[in-house]
Each structure stands twice: as C-alpha cells, then as structure tokens.
C-alpha cells in the first residue's frame, strides 16, 4: 500500500526536462530539443523522433556510463523524445544529453539557452566528433546559440568559434556536477591564428609567407607566370595550354601560396568542409587546392550518396583552387556540370533521401596539351594527329563553360637560356597589395567573383579604356559575359598597377588572355 502511493506520487511528480542539442540537415544545423519522461510500466528505455542507428546505439552507451558512476537506473519506463520529430537525427554527440536527462530526472533543468554537446564513452568519459565543429558553426551563422557545453578534447578546434561561450567538460560526472550546482562558467578561450594579418575596414585578413614551391623553379614562361599573377591577385578562372613538360603543371601547383589573405569567416568555412569530409583541419591561413584525377567520378567530385549526401572536391576547393590537369580527358557531362559552381558558387546534390547546397566559391585553374599527342604547337617535334582527332579533342570543351574562364594562355616552349624572372615572395606581395585595394572599395568579394551590378560599380573605364573596349566589342563579337569578364580582368591588372580607373594600357593586356576562337 505504501509503495503504491509512493509510486502514484512519483508520477504526479513527474517533470518533463529537456535539453538543447541539434543535428545538421545538409550543411544547415537544425536545433533539436531532447524531452525525457518517466513513466509507470515495465522498465524500459526508448528512444523516438527519427533518431539514426548511431542515436539508438547511444542507449546502450548512456547505460554502461550512468552505473560506472554508480547511478541507479530508476524502476520506470524511459522514453527520450527529439523533436521536432520529421527531421531525421543522426550523430553520437546527443549521448550526453540523454545521460544528463536520466541522471537528473527528478530535478528541474532550467537553462533552456545552454546547448549540451558530447559522446560517452564506457567509463564516462567525454569524447568528441567530427560533427560538433560545422554544427556550432552553423547554429553560430544562424544566430541561435550563445554557450554551449562540450567535449575538452575538442576545444582546439572549436575555441575557433567566435561569439560563443564554451564550458569543456572530460566526464559525465562532472558535467551533472555543473546542472547540480547550477554554475556554467566558460573555461574556454578564443585562439587566434598564425602567419600575419592586415585589418581593412575593420576586418582582420590572414595570410602566411610560406612556399613548399617556389616560382623562382619556373624558368621563362614570362607571359603565363604574368597571368598567374593576374589570376591569383583576383581569383581569376585560368587555363594553360601547352605541349608536354612546358611548366603548365608547375605554375598551377604554386598558385596556392600566393593567393589572398583569408578573413575569419572564411578560414572557418573552409574548417566547416574539411570536417564534413571527415580530415581534421589545421586552420593555417592557406588557401585549399584540390586536384582531382580524370578518371574521378561525378560522385567524387560534385559529391554524391544514395542515403547521406558527401561532400565533394569541388566543395572542398571552397575558398580555394580546383585544378584539373588534362582537362579534355574528363568526361563532358562532369565540364558541363562544372558550369553551375562557376556561375553560382554552389553545388547543388539531388538524391530521393535529401537535396543539399554546398558553398563553391572557387579559383578554376585547368591545364591541357593542344592535341592527343601534345605537339601540335611543337617547333622540333612532329604532330601524330589527324585533324578529325584534334578536332574531337579540341570539341570536349563547349564555348558556354569556356566562357566561364576569364584568363587563356598558350604556353611558350622550354629554351635551353630560360631563366626564372620571380619568385613567390615577389608575387605573394603583389597579390597582397591588390587584394588591400580591393577590399579599400568596400567590395564584398575580389574582381574574379564580381556580379553585373558590382562590375558596374567598381570596374570603371577611363576614356581610353572605353573606347578601345568599344572596338574589341564589335571586332570580335564579344558576349556579355566575355565583355564582363574582360572588365574584372583589366580592373585586376589595373589593382595590380596601383590604377584607380582601368587604363589604355589595362584592357589592351587584359585582351591580349582573350580565348581566340582558333585555339583551344
């Protein structure tokens, strides 16, 4: 009789607690509330809201940590609620939220702003997963959360958040500690990040001298390194082409150390890809390079999955250079669909399960041989090709995506008295000097990435410059977005040249990377 009214007033008592978390639904972080119940019944323990193989296996995880810390399981029936309920929830860090619901079940948790992050492990301790840093980054973005309770072991990533307080814990028994005494002091402090930095309209951009390859290593090639100075001073789209062993490879290769700095938002969305990839980023203010081989999939490169859609290498390249050497070698339908991240700077994945965007702000840079055999161009060794073959060779790349490519060159051939001209350095502190002018004018993006409106607004043409760019118009029958591209290009040099209007002298270099409709 007695334990019969004990029970009844053990239900009547009953508090429903619930504790933030969240799951990411793409790129985007959804936040999830997790509700625990106790109810009279056999006991049991449930887990219901579309919840994933890895949030049910956490039942038996949440078990094995709660009595290692000698917790009694209470004589009811458990059931863990996520909600909302039709979005599907997947990650190991929502094992201890479910931990501290149980193990705090007959108190009332009141911090409904506090966010609670972690996998258990046997014992009780705390550990991390790849998945915390794009989630608090995306609920960041998003303005929803302010503190958060985490995993110790993953502070040196996510110490790189801004603007949210961390509270690190090692085990399950001191994070209870901290809902028992109800104290969330943050313990964690912000990280800054290496190499230099520059501040401009009051935001900070990093930049590191650092030079695995040097161009120094790149003999002659006068007019292609000119335009990889261009390109990178930009993020200009930059194809070489070239016979065999002329350096195309080489100067790709060291486009990455002379890129522009990287502001925070950026060095942080780049760490967001790599995470999702499942590497562990560095956060060295270097830009991405990825270079895929020919024979990659579409899966691999635009990224793909039957269930859980993967990121891919181009959105790896965020930020950063895609670089696809032999470039008619690829399948068609991959340089078709590599049109939409050159115009849109997304990649946009469709599977029946689920449709996600992921961000593609690229730097393409291409190389290719001018036929089959490569010697087409070739001075001192004869062509093997038919003219039937150089033509299907020459027609795998459509006009529309080579359109999309703002600077073409053609490669000069290797002379036994070349001498390197530059190095890295040189160039990086060119490339560094444009980038200031640019980001003095307040544009929101560099002159490779302009839209139609901000070339208007920042690619202004001097007298000169207008009317030579009248007469290339109707001379070569230029399209609107030729004529576009060639703006962004001439306002680059014109950076380059400390020119406040794009000069005579810009446009004419600027027409002179114009593709020839006879090449290529």
Excluded: W
């Excluded at 009279?40 to 810390?69: H, M, Y």
């Excluded at 993020?235 to 522009?260: F, Q, T, V, W």
């Excluded at 760019?469 to 591209?485: E, G, M, P, T």
């Amino acid at each position: 009789m007695e334990e019969s009214i004990e029970n009844n007033q053990l239900n009547k008592d009953t508090i429903v607690n619930s504790v933030r978390c969240a799951t990411l639904d793409g790129t985007t972080a959804k936040v999830v509330e997790v509700e625990a119940t106790f109810t009279r019944g056999l006991p049991g323990f449930a887990v219901v809201g579309l919840a994933s193989s890895d949030i049910q296996e956490a039942k038996e995880r949440t078990k094995s940590a709660l009595l290692t810390g000698d917790f009694i399981f209470p004589p009811l029936k458990i059931t863990i609620n996520l909600s909302p309920s039709d979005i599907r929830k997947n990650g190991t860090h929502f094992d201890l939220t479910m931990a501290l619901l149980i193990a705090l079940n007959r108190r009332k948790i009141e911090q409904k702003e506090l966010f609670v992050f972690g996998e258990l492990g046997l014992d009780g301790r705390i550990k991390s997963s790849s998945m915390l840093f794009p989630l608090i980054l995306s609920l960041k973005e998003q303005g929803l959360i302010s503190k958060a309770i985490v995993p110790k072991e993953a502070v040196e990533h996510l110490s790189h958040i801004p603007g949210v307080e961390f509270v690190a814990v090692e085990s399950l028994k001191e994070a209870i500690g901290l809902f028992e005494s109800k104290t969330f002091l943050p313990n964690v402090n912000a990280c800054s990040y290496g190499g230099e930095s520059t501040e401009i309209n009051n935001v900070r951009y990093y930049y590191k001298h650092h030079y695995k390859s040097d161009f120094a290593d790149v003999k002659g090639q006068k007019v292609a390194k000119r335009a990889a100075l261009i390109a990178a001073a930009g993020m200009h789209n930059y194809l070489m082409e070239g016979s065999p062993g002329c350096g195309k490879s080489m100067i790709a290769k060291r486009l990455r150390d002379i890129l522009p700095p990287l502001c925070e938002e950026e060095l942080l969305a780049i760490a967001k890809h790599q995470f999702l990839d499942g590497t562990t980023p560095d956060f060295e203010p270097i830009r991405p390079m990825r270079s895929p081989h020919h024979t990659a999939t579409s899966a691999s490169i635009f990224g793909g999955g039957s269930i859980q859609a993967r990121i891919g290498e181009v959105a790896l390249a965020h930020n950063g250079v895609l670089f696809f050497d032999e470039l008619p070698h690829f399948g068609k339908p991959i340089l078709e669909a590599l049109r939409e991240p050159l115009q849109d700077r997304r990649v946009h994945i469709a599977r029946v399960n689920t449709k996600i965007a992921y961000e593609s702000d690229i730097m393409f840079v291409a190389a290719q041989n001018p036929c089959p055999c490569g010697n087409l161009l070739s001075k001192s060794k004869e062509c093997r090709c038919s003219e039937i073959e150089i033509k299907r060779y020459q027609n795998r790349l459509s006009d529309p995506f080579l359109d999309r490519i703002d600077l073409f060159v053609i490669m000069q051939e290797v002379q036994s008295d070349d001498v390197a001209d530059m190095t890295s350095l040189q160039m990086h502190t060119q490339v560094i000097g444009a980038f200031k002018r640019q980001k003095s004018r307040s544009q929101p993006r560099l002159n490779g990435k302009l839209n139609e409106e901000e070339i208007e607004r920042y690619c202004i043409l001097s007298s000169d410059a207008m009317q030579i760019l009248h007469s290339a118009v109707q001379r070569f029958a230029l399209s609107h977005r030729s004529i576009a591209s060639l703006k962004k290009v001439a306002r680059t040099i014109a950076d380059l040249q400390a020119h406040g209007t794009i000069e005579r002298t810009d446009i004419l270099e600027a027409l002179s990377y114009r593709r020839r409709r006879g090449n290529l």
